[in-house]
Every structure is written in structure tokens, then in C-alpha cells.
């Protein structure tokens, strides 16, 4: 059974720096395009940062061009997602999810593709 564990969410100030991880198990992770979502109460869950297993490539959403960044530990099952610059309207939380598909990193992180599996989220809040 495929399970994907959010962590390293919390709180930080304006300005700020968090390294989410994605811990990924029963599936394998070669095989996938892995991304990063992230939703805000009353909107639709945005795609940020993906990442296409056949050659690393990655892409990332306007929003997060800059000052996100996605990559990955194979040996640890692990992607993760470095966030700089992190300002209030940041504030959501932060999905990882996978779909079944080595390079599609584009139309994942669009919405053109849905992932298969999602984890449960965290919870990031930038406040001062």
C-alpha cells in the first residue's frame, strides 16, 4: 500500500526558511513524477514544485520559481521541498502527492494530471 508522510512544517517569521520531506513507501520511486501542492481554506489545492523520476527534471509554478525548490534521496524514499523567502501569503498546507508516471512533471504540477496518492498534509503559518 502506497504511503506518502508530509513533515517539517511549522511556524516561521516573514523572510523566513523551511525544508519540507515527503517520506514515500510502498511504491517505487523511480516509477513516479513526484509534487508539491499546497491549499488554503476555500480555495483549490495549486501545484508548486514536480519532479519527473525518468531524468530529475523538474518544474515549478510561477508562484514558486525562486524560492522553491524540489529534489530528491532516492535511497532514503525522501523528496523534498526547500522554501526561501517565505511570506504571509504562504500560509497553507503542504501536500506531497505521486502519480504513476516518470515524466509528466509539467502537467502534474498544472492540474492537467491528478496524483494517485496524496499524504495527509502540513501545516505551514508565516507569521511574524
Known amino acids: 500500500q502506497a504511503q506518502l508522510v508530509e513533515s517539517g512544517g511549522g511556524l516561521v517569521q516573514p523572510g523566513g526558511s523551511l525544508r519540507l520531506s515527503c517520506t514515500i513507501s510502498?511504491?517505487?520511486?523511480?516509477?513516479?513524477?513526484i509534487g508539491w501542492f499546497r491549499q488554503v481554506p476555500g480555495k483549490e489545492r495549486e501545484g508548486l514544485s514536480c519532479?519527473?523520476?525518468?531524468?530529475?527534471?523538474?518544474y515549478s509554478v510561477n508562484r514558486a520559481k525562486g524560492r522553491f525548490t524540489i529534489s530528491r534521496d532516492n535511497a532514503k524514499n525522501l523528496v523534498y521541498l526547500e522554501m526561501n523567502s517565505l511570506q504571509a501569503e504562504d500560509t497553507a498546507v503542504y501536500y506531497c502527492?505521486?502519480?504513476?508516471?516518470?515524466?509528466?512533471?509539467?502537467?502534474?504540477?498544472?492540474?492537467?494530471?491528478?496524483?494517485?496518492?496524496w499524504g495527509q498534509g502540513t501545516q505551514v503559518t508565516v507569521s511574524s
Open positions: 502527492g505521486a502519480v504513476l508516471n516518470r515524466e509528466i512533471a509539467h502537467e502534474l504540477c498544472l492540474g492537467y494530471v491528478p496524483p494517485q496518492y
Open positions: 510502498g511504491l517505487i520511486l523511480d516509477h513516479y513524477t
Open positions: 519532479l519527473s523520476s525518468s531524468d530529475d527534471s523538474t
